[in-house]
């Protein structure tokens, strides 16, 4: 499959704690995108990194990318209840340009 | 607000019947997508298009149909051919002909129900 994979698939955590999710695939990509859903809504785009990146902010956002490991993780830090989401991992893959998206990785934020 | 508008946000259909879902989008964004969700699931792609006029299948396009006569507009038709329609559809689009190097703008969704 060439569609990323969330793990954990589900997270709980209290609010000012550190999130940390990971993602991995299989073939080479041409860059890896998370996106933010919540419940009965679309999705939104969080941050894209290119293959060739290994590491991008955006304010408490905070993703990497191990292309010898063909993983990424996504950090939310300081986390806020607003933050109770699903995020998915999406790959662009060479040689197959669309957008593959994985199962998703439900995060809940306590207050 | 530029966006992608999609209506209706929930749909009902019978058995046999087909049914359109519209998406509208005044990003002036080249390409435009389809994806259906199953609970507990990612998105499957069912079809997408970087021009107008053109379109291509995605994995999942059977009993699926669209269209792309404006840049704006990228309806899909479910067809009664579909045997398990019920899912949450959502429509995307993404600036450049070129799909891999943008993040996609999404509609707020339509879930389609089977009575």
């Known amino acids: 499959s060439q569609q990323g994979e969330e793990d954990p698939q589900a997270l709980s955590i209290q609010e000012g704690e550190n999130a940390t999710m990971n993602c991995s695939y299989k073939?080479?990509?041409?860059?890896l995108q998370w996106y933010r859903q919540n419940s009965g809504r679309g999705l939104v785009h969080l941050i894209l990194?290119?293959?060739?990146?290994r590491e991008k902010h955006s304010g408490r956002l905070r993703v990497t990318l191990d292309t010898s490991k063909k993983s990424s993780s996504l950090l939310i830090t300081a986390s806020r209840a607003a933050d109770t989401a699903s995020y998915f991992c999406?790959?662009?893959?060479?040689?197959?340009?669309?957008?593959?998206f994985g199962k998703g990785n439900q995060v809940v934020v306590i207050p | 607000d530029g966006g992608i508008t999609q209506s209706p946000k929930y749909l009902f259909r019978k058995e046999g019947q087909n049914v359109t879902l519209s998406c509208e989008q005044n990003?002036?964004?080249?390409?435009m997508y389809w994806y259906r969700q199953d609970p507990g699931q990612g998105l499957r792609l069912i079809y997408y298009?970087?021009?107008?006029?053109?379109?291509q299948k995605g994995d999942i396009a059977e009993g699926y149909s669209v269209s792309r006569e404006k840049k704006e507009s990228f309806p899909l038709t479910v067809t009664s051919a579909q045997k398990n329609p019920t899912a949450f559809y959502l429509c995307a689009s993404s600036m450049g002909a070129t799909l891999w190097n943008y993040g996609y703008t999404f509609g707020s969704g339509t879930r389609l129900t089977v009575v």
């Open positions: 073939t080479s990509i041409n860059n």
């Open positions: 999406a790959t662009v893959h060479y040689g197959n340009n669309r957008l593959a």
């Open positions: 298009s970087q021009i107008v006029n053109d379109f």
């Open positions: 990194i290119r293959s060739n990146e």
């Open positions: 990003l002036n964004h080249d390409a």
